[in-house]
């Protein structure tokens, strides 16, 4: 199949790789479908995470509706199973990583290929966090949107003078997303618009995600987390909670935190480049990290897994590192 990342990491001694998972966002109609018809362990996360999520994850992944899919409280679980598969097609080429990272729910997936916890594991969590966060939207309904061209810190100052909107995603320098009460959001869009704000765009979501006003789900979430038993992640997990590799005994407070906090992609990032990485792979539906990572840094090298045809694609890649 090629030259093999572990081959390449022994000899050059230097070249060092992330998987990064997608969150939500990221899901389609036909997420995972190849995988699974080639893969037979693909295969298997669908029907672990059928059981684990008590729904057919395979139907609505492979044949949706969009409308259903993109529900939250059966988006999370279907992403993280579509991803995890992904991950069982990558791993038929011998493919290790040196770091793992995910991007909101996406943490979860990078847990479980970290061995930290089952698949099943993180797909009955998700299924748990999806609606936990589905009913604190309902009971506090808010809004997101994602404003590009600010510099993070006048977001930020922005931020800090209207009353119940918060910073929620760093994405990429330049480009945050800010979650909160409907009104406020609005307002800080018209002051964006006024502090030259290149582009500002809400989102199609009906909560206010990683923000105080869903503090009800991480209330939900915080005995489902402490009641599973957390193995140290290897290879090791970068948060987008802390912008820290963390080990076991600090996950479920994290991913808590998680809930109410912000994305702080940007500054994982950042740490793990100055950890060595120098190659991302993005494991999943969708091409949305590895868009925001070139934007994050140029010089990074970006592979998209989300169906067998860009397995080739990655091992040209790695061949040519």
């Given at each position: ?312 694609k990655l091992e040209e890649l790695l061949a040519a590192a």
């Open positions: 199949m090629g030259l093999r990342l572990h081959d390449l990491v022994e000899r050059q001694g230097k070249l060092k790789i992330a998987f990064c998972f997608p969150g939500q966002g990221s899901q389609d109609v036909g997420m995972g479908r190849g995988f699974a018809e080639k893969f037979p362990e693909a295969r298997a996360v669908f029907d672990e995470a059928s059981e684990a999520a008590g729904f057919d994850v395979a139907r609505l992944c492979f044949e949706g509706p969009i409308e259903e899919l993109t529900k939250t409280e059966v988006q999370q679980p279907a992403l993280v199973a579509a991803s995890l598969a992904c991950l069982r097609g990558v791993e038929s080429l011998g493919v290790k990583p040196d770091f793992v990272i995910g991007h909101s729910v996406g943490e979860y997936s990078a847990l479980a290929a970290a061995g930290s916890v089952s698949a099943r594991e993180a797909v009955a969590l998700v299924r748990e966090r999806g609606e936990a966060t589905a009913e604190a939207a309902r009971e506090h309904p808010g809004a997101m949107a994602a404003v590009l061209g600010l510099a993070d810190e006048v977001v930020e100052e922005l931020c800090s003078a209207i009353d119940n909107v918060w910073p929620a995603n760093y994405n990429c320098p330049g480009q945050i997303v800010v979650s909160g009460e409907e009104s406020a959001v609005d307002r800080l869009l018209e002051e964006a618009a006024a502090q030259g704000a290149r582009k500002m765009v809400k989102l199609r979501i009906s909560g206010a995600f990683h923000s105080p006003l869903v503090a009800r789900a991480a209330d939900r979430m915080r005995p489902a987390l402490e009641n599973v038993t957390w193995k140290d992640p290897f290879p090791p997990f970068m948060s987008t909670v802390t912008a820290r590799l963390e080990k076991a005994q600090r996950l479920p407070s994290i991913l808590v935190e998680q809930l109410t906090g912000p994305v702080r992609f940007t500054q994982a990032i950042r740490g793990l480049v100055q950890e060595g990485v120098g190659m991302f792979v993005e494991i999943g539906p969708g091409q949305v990290l590895s868009g925001i990572l070139r934007r994050c840094d140029r010089s990074l090298k970006t592979a998209s897994v989300g169906d067998p045809e860009s397995l080739r």
